[in-house]
């Protein structure tokens, strides 16, 4: 089994920061690409950014320029480094990671359970 915790929500005024971490754990051979996804209320559920193994990043534009995202590769860990929030940045966010488990031949989708980011003054 592989597991995904993320960390690091809460409520932050716009303007503010918030870093977000992903901790993986299980039954790990190889970790290919890792990525942040949010929800917000009555809408679905959209990539904010995704990193490869090798260090390439994707942005949404909406958060392109204010957003980071970072991996280690030995921990298997992936951060979102969130800067100059905005009302419109709050959601659930989630880690996603593609996992090639031990004793497996192909790489899966995990998920987290989330974590809430709210920016509200």
């Known amino acids: 089994q592989v597991q995904l915790v993320e960390s690091g929500g809460g409520l932050v005024q716009p303007g503010g920061s918030l870093r977000l971490s992903c901790t993986t754990s299980g039954s790990i051979r190889s970790l290919n690409r890792m990525a942040w996804y949010r929800q917000a209320p009555g809408k679905e559920r959209e990539l904010v950014a995704r990193?490869?193994?090798?260090?390439?990043?994707k942005y949404s534009d909406s958060v392109k320029g204010r957003f980071t995202i970072s991996r280690d590769n030995a921990k298997y860990t992936v951060d979102l480094q969130m800067n100059s929030l905005k009302p419109e940045d709050t959601a659930v966010y989630y880690c996603?990671?593609?996992?090639?488990?031990?004793?497996?031949?192909?790489?899966?989708?995990?998920w987290g359970q989330g974590t809430q980011v709210t920016v509200s003054s």
């Open positions: 990193i490869t193994s090798d260090g390439n990043t």
């Open positions: 996603n990671a593609e996992v090639l488990p031990y004793g497996g031949t192909n790489y899966l989708f995990y």
